[in-house]
């Protein structure tokens, strides 16, 4: 007789998220929030799950571009980037990402976890001082090889780089580069997706060079200074680069080990080769596993241009925030992006998003169930009498929007995510008029079935609560206490369809979660 096995005791799963630590001579943007968004919602995604999550953010605040940048401001560097750093942490609060740890690069445990891992990769012979003369771009802080300019200039600023000629140290790259190539082959999706994984495999057809990693105090003192050589500081991306590693050995060893092999680096595409091809070689030479996947997303453009501070069309999150609440900003970056590729940000479309998706659709949904539950049952919750095909097929619609939201949050394809979720809520406006509780409440007799399709269509809030709540927190959190639900019954494991609300549960009248917004 075949007997039923118990269920499989869950891995304990986890995951360690990061974003790029942002350089403090620019403030927040919708490029930083965008990032911040995905970051802050696969975050809350596992922890709905239980998994062990970590989520770490912060500020770059060393190099050349620093030191100018507070020089021009009259300030000290270390007055100016506490300045800075403060205003992307209080955006950032404001707009209640959920990070767990905020790093910055001047902290005493960063500059001490640089200066051991420089020691260690120095002892181990990767490191070696040698003279270097080149063209270096001071915008950039890096040297440029002359098939790299753009008519003797540097592609990114448009100026002519300057001939330096100096000694530093050198970490050496090329050595590592047989090594990259075959983890890039053994693991195809350490990248993702897939065309920044073939842009980093088309860098590596050439012969990688060895990385310069030091500046002389002579030009630059802004910096962490050498363990070896109290002459020179570190190299910004060589300092910037290790906050993954510092931001999570503060957890101790054990959860080190246990995390760090499970690092999901998120970043914008214009630093993917220092995450590509620096910070892996780094890490072998360090000792270090690799991270689990780097994760590229593309550029925000607005209304079609290039965001630019000249042509005055910044978009700021907390300005988002103010104009049309944190969700809906989130709803729509999210919705409006394929994760990868380049997006267009316009406000008009914003509106008619937040109009048509969340105003109406959601919106409607919720009004429409709570005023019928009100005036018909006063608030509480009936028993569901019976199971018709039509009541089956909103179950299974939702079920299928759970499956969905679990598969492509996974792949990080979340506008996909949020179209099973609003494929979902339109099946439930359409059982409404097609099961038309307010026709069938006229008659007395129908009262049990009313009682029924009502219950079901509480069911779908209180699923569609759960499954959005990683994407718009704020709103699944309003849902959950108009369904008098405990904050905490958004937490994984769900109870199943028809479960979630006991004889005599009371919900609440209807408020507007999204009020419509008159276009300009
Ligand atoms: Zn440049």
């Known amino acids: 007789m075949p007997t039923e096995r118990p269920p499989a005791a869950r891995a304990p799963r986890r995951i360690y998220i990061t974003t790029p630590i942002y350089y403090v001579n620019a403030e927040p943007h919708l490029g930083s929030a965008y990032t911040m968004i995905i970051c802050d919602t696969v975050a809350r995604f596992h922890r709905q799950r239980g998994d062990d999550t970590i989520f770490v953010t912060g500020t770059d605040e060393h190099g050349d571009k620093i030191a100018q940048a507070a020089a021009a401001a009259g300030e000290h560097p270390q007055q100016y980037t506490d300045r800075v750093s403060a205003v992307f942490r209080s955006t950032w609060d404001a707009c209640g990402f959920t990070y767990d740890r905020f790093i910055r690069t001047t902290d005493a445990e960063h500059v001490r976890t640089v200066r051991e891992i420089l020691a260690r990769v120095h002892a181990a012979g990767d490191i070696y001082f040698g003279r270097y003369g080149g063209l270096y771009c001071t915008g950039c802080e890096r040297f440029y090889t002359e098939k790299e300019l753009v008519d003797g ?62 500046r002389p105090k002579s030009r630059l003192t802004w910096g962490i200074e050498l363990p070896f050589d109290e002459r020179f500081v570190t190299y910004v991306w060589f ?80 300005d988002m925030r103010a104009r049309y609440g944190m969700d809906a900003f989130r709803y729509v970056l999210l919705r409006e992006s394929v994760f990868g590729l380049d997006a267009d940000f316009r406000e008009a479309a914003l509106v008619t998003r937040i109009n048509a ?23 509480v919750v009936q028993p569901r009498t019976e199971v018709r095909p039509e009541d089956e097929a909103l179950e299974r619609a939702w079920a299928d929007a759970e499956g969905e939201v679990e598969t492509q949050v996974r792949a990080l394809a979340l506008s996909r995510a949020l179209e099973a979720i609003w494929r979902a809520l339109d099946h439930a406006n359409k059982y409404i008029v097609e099961t038309a509780p307010f026709t069938l409440a006229k008659d007395p007799a129908a009262r049990p079935r009313v009682g029924t399709i009502l219950h079901n269509l509480l069911e779908a809030l209180r699923t569609s609560a759960q499954l959005a709540s990683p994407f718009l927190p704020d709103t699944a959190a309003r849902l959950a206490t108009l369904l008098a639900l405990p904050p905490a019954g958004l937490a994984a494991p769900w109870p199943a369809w028809g479960r979630a609300f006991v004889p005599g549960h009371t919900v609440a009248s209807p408020v507007a979660l999204f009020p419509r917004i008159e276009p300009a």
């Open 153 to 214: 200039k540097c592609p990114d600023h448009r100026t002519a780089p300057e001939w330096i000629e100096e000694e530093n140290y050198f970490f050496r790259m090329s050595a590592y580069q047989h090594r990259l190539l075959a983890e890039l082959d053994a693991r195809p999706d350490l990248i993702r997706p897939e065309r920044y994984r073939n842009e980093v495999l088309a860098l590596l057809r050439e012969p990688l060079e060895d990385l310069c990693i030091s």
């Open 239 to 318: 300092d910037a680069l290790i906050n993954y590693v510092t931001a999570l050995e503060e957890l101790g060893p054990e959860r080190f080990a246990a995390l760090w092999p499970t690092a999901n680096h998120f970043i914008a595409k214009d630093i993917l080769k220092p995450h590509a091809v620096f910070w892996p070689t780094m890490l072998m030479a360090a000792g270090l596993p690799l991270y689990q996947h780097l994760n590229v997303h593309g550029y925000w453009t607005v209304d079609g241009e290039k965001m630019s501070k000249s042509l005055g069309n910044v978009v700021r999150p907390l």
């Open 357 to 379: 998706d969340l105003a109406n659709n959601l919106g409607n949904l919720v009004s429409r169930t709570l005023s019928m539950q009100q005036r018909y049952f006063q608030g």
